[in-house]
């Protein structure tokens, strides 16, 4: 079955660096890939869309990459701010009968301090 | 975008009851997405709720449990039968537009 991993549980940084996440996969090969935002009591909120012929994509602080070849993605928040800690989560897209859904990994906790 | 409600917001339950779920979208959408997510867990995939069609549900889910209701393209319920310890849990509702999913605050439910 389809497995993602994001090798961190927490990420503790200092203000104005960039933090850098991973998401790793197995066993699939996923037509795209998203990375969500999730802060206490509340739902996941999209952040960023990486498809499969695509290295790079940027949204102001914002980075991800996408390696077919490694199963792996990178997610970087430049200059980052304590209010950009959150939980951040991977998603890759599966196609089935329904349609297309999302397995999310467990996602990684980034703590930003002033 | 879509903006996504959820009723009732938290709730909690004595077990072997049950407990319906609601999910009210600000505009038509085809697909909608039913998820848990567990403390400490990430989102767990329940089912996928087209409208007109049963739901499809994944492996460890099924609709005795969870049967889903879509009526129409803004609303889809979600109930969580016979309710064990086992079963609290925070219950997302989400819609997909042009590939990007938005999702509802959450049902926080608790078994007693």
């Known amino acids: 079955s389809q497995k993602i991993e994001q090798n961190s549980e927490a990420l503790n940084i200092q203000e104005g660096k960039t933090a850098t996440l991973t998401c790793n996969y197995t066993?699939?090969?996923?037509?795209?890939l998203q990375w969500y935002r999730q802060d206490p009591g509340r739902g996941p909120v999209f952040l960023l869309l990486i498809r499969e012929n695509e290295k790079e994509k940027r949204k102001e602080r914002l980075k991800v990459t996408f390696d077919t070849t490694l199963k792996q993605s990178l997610f970087h928040i430049t200059a980052s701010q304590p209010a950009d800690s959150a939980t951040y989560l991977c998603?890759?897209?599966?196609?089935?009968?329904?349609?297309?859904?999302?397995?999310f990994g467990k996602g990684t906790t980034l703590s930003v301090s002033s | 975008s879509a903006v996504i409600s959820q009723k009732p917001s938290r709730d909690i339950c004595q077990r072997g009851t049950s407990l319906t779920i609601q999910c009210q979208v600000d505009?038509?959408?085809?697909?909608m997405f039913w998820y848990r997510q567990q403390p400490g867990q990430s989102l767990t995939l329940i089912a996928t709720?087209?409208?007109?069609?049963?739901?499809?549900?994944e492996s460890g889910f099924v609709i005795d449990k969870f049967p889903i209701s879509r009526p129409n393209l803004t609303f889809s319920t979600l109930t969580v039968s016979n309710m064990s310890p086992e079963d609290s849990s925070i219950y997302l509702c989400?819609?997909?537009?042009?590939?990007?999913?938005?999702f509802g605050p959450g049902t926080r439910l608790t078994v007693t």
């Open positions: 989400s819609v997909s537009i042009t590939d990007e999913q938005y």
């Open positions: 709720a087209n409208q007109g069609s049963e739901a499809t549900y």
């Open positions: 066993n699939y090969s996923p037509a795209y």
């Open positions: 998603a890759l897209a599966r196609f089935n009968q329904a349609g297309t859904a999302l397995i």
């Open positions: 505009s038509q959408v085809t697909m």
